[in-house]
């Protein structure tokens, strides 16, 4: 049976398990996966922590596909002394305990990382200075409540700062709400690859049924030796959020998915991100079921399994960078501004209006998309990056974060201050 283990952090692992294996069995592997020792573990099931660790999985009411909460235990006698010098070394020591808290620490401060790793006298000054400047966040914010309570009820410039003020407290008790009850919502999703061969050449392909075409790098082209079936007459521009070459369509190519051969077209675009994309168009023309639940690609009867995270290629493995720029992986040249994502979040989604390619015919080359008529709209356009005022930016920015760190967190709060100081801090 699989079961799904997810951190505080919105990390969340895919686990195989016999259901008959013991509790404690179980945190040995979660030990090995999350890099949490057993001791300090615990296991959250439904909202109630798993401690009896001789049971069975399937007897502690585990069921497949279900999802543990996996949070660590603090130190033993850390609730004794509570002083605000000995909570930054254990917020220290967890840091250094967890790999991947280390690193986005050291993509956001690098100086805080750095104090966390060779000086403790530093982190911890570090600490209760961004401590300090939270709780002083937090009293300008009730103040402002304190002032709006006050106000005359019948000003209507009141009237709009009191329900500003009630939508951010709905958006900040969704997210709340959201963390607690089904945190795995954020957590990576893996994308959909599988194992293929084109014309023998073994190839991971990434499974997209919302791109109209199967594309294909020049690169993967050259190493398949298709590039002299090269069709350039289909030459043309792939316009969406950005613009990519292509270079024209390689008509049919052998292509080995699981046990079977099946022709397939394939347009030879330039960009940095897939090698090959198995668009909409082959999916349809074989008849493919993307099967989620079983996490299964059906395909005339046969079930391709989608490869697990770590049988991605490298392109597709995401490592957060802190920064607010995500290239997409077809689209050369134009980036999305925005929140971080994993570079499969924003795949080359190609919409029925998204491609504009040369058709070959008399005269001059007609504009259309691939395989529809010409005259149709050949670009769509990409939405407004939204602003937020200077005076929230300016409070994330005096807790120790940068300015595009403060625009992501609004961005990813929906504009609540509150609950973007609690994100950059959590």
Same mark, same amino acid.
């Given at each position: 049976m699989r079961i799904h283990l997810t951190y505080d952090n919105g990390e969340v692992h895919n686990v195989d398990v016999d259901g008959s294996m013991e509790l404690e069995n179980l945190m040995?592997?979660?030990?090995?996966?999350?890099?949490?020792?057993?001791?300090?573990?615990?296991?959250?099931?439904?909202?109630?922590?798993?401690?009896?660790?001789?049971? *069975?999985?399937?007897? *502690?009411?585990?069921?497949?596909?279900?999802?543990?909460?996996?949070?660590?235990?603090?130190?033993?006698?850390?609730?004794?002394?509570?002083?605000?010098?000995?909570?930054?070394?254990?917020?220290?020591?967890?840091?250094?305990?967890?790999?991947?808290?280390?690193?986005?620490?050291?993509?956001?401060?690098?100086?805080?990382?750095?104090?966390?790793?060779?000086?403790?006298?530093?982190?911890?000054?570090?600490?209760?200075?961004?401590e300090s400047r939270r709780?002083?966040?937090?009293?300008?914010?009730?103040?402002?409540?304190?002032?709006?309570?006050?106000?005359?009820?019948?000003?209507?410039?009141?009237?709009?700062?009191?329900?500003?003020?009630?939508?951010?407290?709905?958006?900040?008790?969704?997210?709340?709400?959201?963390?607690?009850?089904?945190?795995?919502?954020?957590?990576?999703?893996?994308?959909?690859y599988i194992d293929t061969e084109v014309n023998g050449h073994k190839v991971k392909a990434f499974v997209d049924s919302g791109a109209q075409a199967t594309i294909m790098s020049p690169a993967l082209a050259e190493a398949c030796n298709i590039m002299h079936l090269l069709d350039e007459r289909f030459a043309g521009i792939a316009q969406g959020v950005g613009t990519a070459k292509i270079l024209g369509r390689v008509h049919s190519a052998q292509m080995?998915?699981? *046990?079977?051969?099946?022709?397939?077209?394939?347009?030879?675009?330039?960009?940095?991100?897939?090698?090959?994309?198995?668009?909409?168009?082959?999916?349809?023309?074989?008849?493919?079921?993307?099967?989620?639940?079983?996490?299964?690609?059906?395909?005339h009867g046969e079930e391709v399994r989608f490869l697990s995270e770590h049988e991605l290629p490298d392109k597709a493995r995401w490592e957060a960078t802190g920064s607010g720029d995500v290239q997409s992986p077809v689209e050369g040249g134009s980036a999305a501004q925005g929140a971080v994502h994993p570079p499969g979040g924003l795949h080359p989604h190609i919409p029925p209006a998204g491609i504009a390619a040369s058709v070959p015919g008399p005269g001059a080359a007609q504009a259309g998309r691939l395989g529809a008529p010409t005259g149709a709209p050949t670009s769509t356009t990409a939405g407004a990056v939204p602003r937020h005022s200077e005076e929230k930016i300016k409070m994330l920015e005096d807790l120790g974060v940068s300015r595009a760190e403060a625009i992501a967190a609004l961005d990813a709060s929906g504009g609540n201050a509150d609950a973007a100081a609690s994100m950059l801090f959590q």
């Open positions: 040995a592997i979660v030990e090995a996966e999350m890099n949490i020792p057993a001791g300090q573990q615990v296991l959250l099931h439904n909202g109630v922590e798993l401690t009896e660790k001789s049971k *069975s999985i399937t007897a *502690s009411g585990i069921r497949p596909d279900d999802i543990l909460l996996v949070r660590r235990r603090s130190p033993a006698g850390s609730n004794i002394t509570r002083t605000p010098e000995s909570i930054a070394e254990t917020v220290r020591q967890q840091i250094l305990a967890d790999p991947w808290m280390l690193q986005q620490l050291s993509s956001q401060q690098p100086e805080l990382a750095n104090a966390a790793m060779n000086d403790p006298a530093t982190f911890q000054r570090m600490y209760l200075e961004l709780r002083e966040l937090e009293e300008r914010q009730r103040q402002q409540m304190a002032a709006l309570d006050s106000a005359d009820p019948f000003d209507i410039d009141a009237q709009r700062r009191i329900e500003e003020e009630i939508r951010k407290q709905n958006i900040a008790q969704n997210l709340e709400n959201a963390m607690e009850y089904h945190p795995e919502s954020f957590g990576r999703v893996v994308m959909l080995k998915i699981g *046990s079977q051969f099946l022709p397939c077209s394939f347009t030879i675009m330039e960009g940095k991100g897939v090698d090959l994309l198995f668009g909409l168009d082959m999916l349809k023309r074989h008849q493919a079921i993307i099967d989620l639940e079983k996490n299964v690609l059906r395909i």
